[in-house]
């Protein structure tokens, strides 16, 4: 079985630029959580989406945004790149809206580099 | 905002030592992962803890959750090169809530 499948796997941008990172959950997960991880820290919580509507959303910029597809899979998009959102972004799904008694998978992240 | 401190953050042992991580908060979490996640990948769930208290075993690998759900440990015996890895744990304050708030993350090296 796929586990949660993340594009681009790496990605160059030019400050300003804008960026669409993507994302497929497991089959039959409905659930879709994004992270950013910058070098040597861990994970921070971007935005979580359940059944298309957002239903939770971390401490970030509105360049930032996001949504979810009918079938389940996510974009996240970043507008107006800077130097600081050079990170790991990592999405993550799950079965049901809340942790009680789902476990998260993540994917492997998509690399982005804003130079 | 860190909410989760993780110690040490870097730790080196020999193959076959023992050793124990932690992550402290001043906050309440209904729950508690850990996370082991290797360069190029993303986290991978260890384990899950809930209660006050609990204890659970992964092989060589002991979790502890505080009694007061603020504070947990992770304990490794007999440390193997294969443990060698980027430990995090991370809490949810919601059960309702998929949002973790991640530790800063312990990197462990076992040399053989």
């Known amino acids: 079985d796929a586990g949660v499948t993340q594009s681009p796997t790496h990605l160059i941008k030019t400050r300003g630029q804008h960026v669409t990172l993507r994302c497929s959950p497991i089959s039959g997960h409905k659930s879709v959580s994004w992270y950013q991880q910058v070098l040597g820290q861990g994970p921070q919580f971007i935005f979580q989406y359940y059944e298309k509507e957002e239903r939770g959303r971390g401490n970030f910029p509105d360049r930032f945004s996001a949504r979810q597809f009918p079938n389940y899979s996510s974009e996240l998009n970043v507008n107006a790149l800077l130097l600081g959102d050079s990170a790991l972004y990592l999405c993550a799904s799950s079965g049901g809206r809340s942790l009680s008694g789902n476990t998260i998978y993540f994917g492997e992240g998509s690399w982005l580099t804003v130079v | 905002t860190q909410l989760l401190e993780q110690s040490p953050q870097f730790l080196s042992i020999q193959e076959g030592e023992n050793l124990t991580v932690y992550c402290n908060s001043s906050s309440v979490f209904s729950s508690l992962q850990w996370y082991r996640q290797e360069p190029g990948e993303g986290p991978v769930l260890l384990v899950t803890v809930v209660t006050g208290g609990e204890v659970k075993k992964l092989k060589r690998l002991?979790?502890?959750?505080?009694?007061?759900?603020?504070?947990?440990?992770?304990?490794?015996?007999?440390?193997?090169?294969?443990?060698?890895?980027?430990?995090?744990?991370?809490?949810?304050?919601?059960?309702?809530?998929?949002?973790?708030?991640?530790?800063?993350?312990?990197?462990?090296t076992v040399i053989p």
């Open chain 2, 62 to 108: 002991t979790f502890q959750f505080g009694d007061a759900r603020k504070d947990s440990s992770l304990h490794i015996t007999a440390a193997q090169p294969g443990d060698t890895g980027l430990y995090l744990c991370a809490g949810s304050h919601q059960t309702g809530a998929n949002n973790l708030f991640f530790g800063t993350g312990t990197r462990l």
